[in-house]
């Protein structure tokens, strides 16, 4: 069974940085598909970022992209979203997921695995 669990959310000012972690048991991200998601009162979930591990292929968020970063620290088996030059349209809870399908990385319909989510609140 796996289990997913994101950390490092909080409370930070316009412009400043934040960075999310999600550590994974049962499961291994040096494989398949594993992306960040966020979701804000009232709206849809939306895709955020995702990384493939074979070969090693990031994607983003057109609004998120030269502002954040997602990778794997492999040694750890966790994975990471490094948010720079935060705006208050990124506050939302943030979850990570995995899959181990094939399909579009931004589609939430792809992946099976979900964490709990991780307050992000950026004030302006």
């Known amino acids: 069974q796996v289990k997913l669990a994101e950390s490092g959310g909080g409370l930070v000012q316009a412009g400043g940085s934040l960075t999310l972690s999600c550590a994974a048991s049962?499961?291994?991200?040096?494989?398949?598909?594993s992306a960040w998601f966020r979701q804000a009162p009232g709206q849809e979930r939306e895709f955020v970022a995702a990384?493939?591990?074979?070969?090693?292929?990031?994607y983003y968020k057109d609004s998120v992209k030269g502002r954040f970063s997602t990778f794997v620290d492999n040694s750890n088996n966790i994975l990471f979203l490094q948010m720079n030059s935060l705006l208050p349209e990124d506050t939302a809870v943030y979850y990570c997921?995995?899959?181990?399908?094939?399909?579009?990385?931004?589609?939430?319909?792809?992946?099976?695995?979900w964490g709990q989510g991780t307050q992000v609140t950026v004030s302006s």
């Open positions: 997921a995995t899959s181990s399908r094939d399909g579009r990385a931004s589609s939430p319909l792809l992946y099976d695995d």
């Open positions: 049962g499961h291994t991200f040096s494989k398949g598909l």
């Open positions: 990384v493939e591990r074979v070969p090693t292929i990031t």
